[in-house]
């Protein structure tokens, strides 16, 4: 890739990136007293008549690493969407600890505010490197070239290290981003929206498409995030949920069919039925 062809791509303006917003202050004051840091209650969406979400109450502790599953279309993408306010629903509630109202808040400053999202396709600048990928996503001043122009303070430069450590990128650091496997892009945009510090980080297949190794270093990494983030994975692959499982819940048709540990819902009849059964 030439300079040139790097400028192009930096100034690239075809995505607007969640980090490139300004950063709203309610982060530190989500209450979680009571436990939860998520409340999702009675929360129904339709579309066109069809229920994707049908009176869903899901709650998420502090700092729990929580494992959602359930067939094709049980509604686990639509409760995504609804928590980060991508969808609004036509009824329910949804809180960030006790007093924070998702439902009054854009999408952006859900995202800002700490409630971090991993899709599933990465969305990483190809043509920087896997350091500046994450010096971009922690700046507060959000103009690329100013950012990469500009010293970032001891403190800052600690918690890169710190995040590069815990993706595995170390000796990566300072190669494009766009040379890294498919597994090193899912952890370096898992590092980008670590650097911000989410409270909550909303995970979307993590391993689809990982090779085995790949999979178990995620494995390590989500369950090393617990207890400092509250992380909650939507997977298929039921491997992965076992090696990572501490609490599941099973959507089905828009609601919680079943929720333990996984050898409680696994042995559960109705989600033998409905889903594993399959
Ligand atoms: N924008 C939409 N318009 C109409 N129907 C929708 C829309 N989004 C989702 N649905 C429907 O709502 C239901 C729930 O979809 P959702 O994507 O939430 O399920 P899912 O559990 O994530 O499924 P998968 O495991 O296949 O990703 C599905 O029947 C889907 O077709």
Redesign the pocket.
């Known amino acids: 890739m030439t300079p040139l062809d790097r400028l192009r791509e930096t100034w690239r303006r075809d995505q607007i990136f969640d980090f490139m917003l300004p950063k709203p202050e309610f982060g530190k004051a989500v209450d979680t007293s009571h436990g939860p840091i998520l409340y999702v209650e009675d929360v129904s969406v339709s579309?066109?008549g069809?229920k994707?979400l049908n009176n869903l109450n899901l709650y998420i502790d502090d700092g729990e690493l929580r494992c959602i599953i359930?067939p094709?279309?049980?509604?686990?993408?639509?409760m995504m969407d609804v928590i980060t306010g991508k969808t609004r629903p036509d009824t329910g509630s949804v809180y960030f600890g006790q007093r924070i109202d998702l439902l009054k808040l854009p999408e952006h400053e859900i995202a800002r505010g700490g409630i971090g999202r991993k899709f599933q396709k990465p969305t990483i600048f190809e043509a920087l490197s896997v350091f500046e990928n994450l010096e971009l996503a922690t700046a507060s001043d959000k103009h690329v070239w100013y950012t990469l122009n500009h010293d970032l303070s001891a403190e800052q430069r600690d918690r890169l290290d710190e995040v590069l450590t815990l993706i595995g990128l170390t000796p990566q650091a300072h190669q494009d981003a766009g040379a890294l496997s498919h597994g090193q892009k899912q952890w370096l945009e898992i590092g980008m929206l670590l650097v911000q510090n989410p409270r909550v980080l909303l995970v979307d297949e993590p391993v689809a498409g990982m090779t085995g190794e790949e999979v178990e270093h995620t494995a390590r990494l989500l369950t090393s995030l617990a207890g400092r983030h509250s992380v909650i994975v939507v997977e298929?692959d039921m491997a992965f949920v076992r090696s990572i499982a501490r609490k599941v819940t099973v959507?089905h048709q828009g609601s919680v069919l079943a929720e333990g540990s996984m050898d409680q819902v696994q042995n559960d009849p109705r989600v033998i039925e409905v889903y594993l059964g399959e």
């Open positions: 579309f066109d069809f994707a359930g094709n279309g049980a509604g686990k993408t639509t298929h959507l």
